[in-house]
């Protein structure tokens, strides 16, 4: 019987099959093989006596994280604040490489839009609008919530970003029954509160399925490589073996087609800011190694 892992608590997975829960063990096998059953894999079960089930196989997987251990991703919604805390477009590209590094569709929801000034509004629609869906939304008043239920319809999605933008609240205005915990913002650090504690994904009333995770803040974007990095900013495909030198890195060769695009307002500088410091991290990374 084929199901899939919607919990894993003390060695025990839960694997949803033909409408029911089942407790499971996983063969030892997979141990072995260093393979670890996530949440998300689509795995076939073998029922035992009782309510109890086994593991026995595991279905090749479309995506997979490590923190949090998070399998078959079809979108992740990067939430950041559009005010309080103000947001911080080099994480947010960050978020967004490692997104399209994993192949997943992805939604950005700009949360707390009730407490923006319409000027910040105008510069996130000008950075990411043109290229990904983009939503204005308020996890409190309920705004934009429908738009974003109607985008999530009948995928797996996980919402990552940084801590205090509001994910808990968005996933309570999403599904209530999940119920996740609303965090603080620390006065000091002006950080949120970690408040989930394991990963676990829900069935939804509207149709999609949500990862209810401790969250996407302590993570390795930065996996890509240099050579492979420009292909993860969409904005910039066009321009690419377009560049005087085939092996053009866009950040001070000449007659460079990436940062002509830039300066002629083709490509967000800000997009092209956090690119550039990204290639630097990658380059700081590979000499410590």
């Known amino acids: 019987m084929e199901g899939i892992v919607v919990k894993g608590i003390g060695g025990f997975y839960y694997v949803k099959a033909e409408g029911r829960i089942y407790q499971c063990k996983a063969r030892g096998i997979f141990k072995k093989d260093g393979i670890k059953v996530a949440v998300g894999d689509l795995v076939e079960i073998q029922l035992n006596e009782g309510s109890d089930a086994l593991i026995t196989e595991i279905r090749e997987r479309k995506n997979s994280f490590i923190r949090p251990p998070i399998v078959n991703v079809d979108c992740l919604v990067i939430v950041f604040a559009a005010a309080h805390p103000e947001p911080n477009f080099s994480v947010i590209d960050k978020f967004l490489v490692m997104a399209e590094k994993s192949s997943t569709d992805i939604i950005i929801c700009a949360n707390k839009v009730d407490l923006a000034e319409e000027a910040r509004i105008d510069e996130l ?40 933008v509001g994910k808990s609240t968005i996933l309570n205005a999403l599904e209530p029954e999940i119920s996740a915990e609303t965090g603080d913002i620390s006065e000091k650090t002006k950080r949120g509160k970690h408040t989930t504690r394991h990963v676990e994904i829900f069935d939804t009333a509207f149709g999609a399925m949500i990862f209810d995770t401790p969250g996407f803040t302590s993570f390795e974007v930065l996996e890509a490589n240099e050579e492979e990095l420009a292909h993860f900013y969409p904005e910039m495909q066009e321009y690419l073996g377009k560049c005087r030198y085939d092996n053009c890195r866009h950040i001070k060769e000449p007659e460079c087609s990436v940062r002509e695009a830039v300066s002629e307002g083709r490509i967000s500088r800000s997009r092209y800011r956090s690119y550039v410091e990204q290639i630097k991290e990658i380059r700081e990374k590979n000499k410590k190694w």
Request: charged share 25%.
């Open 125 to 164: 629609k000008n950075i990411y609008d043109p290229i990904y869906p983009l939503i204005f939304l308020s996890g409190k008043t309920g705004e934009g919530i429908s738009r974003l239920k109607e985008l999530l319809k009948g995928k797996k999605c996980a919402l990552a970003g940084p801590s205090g």
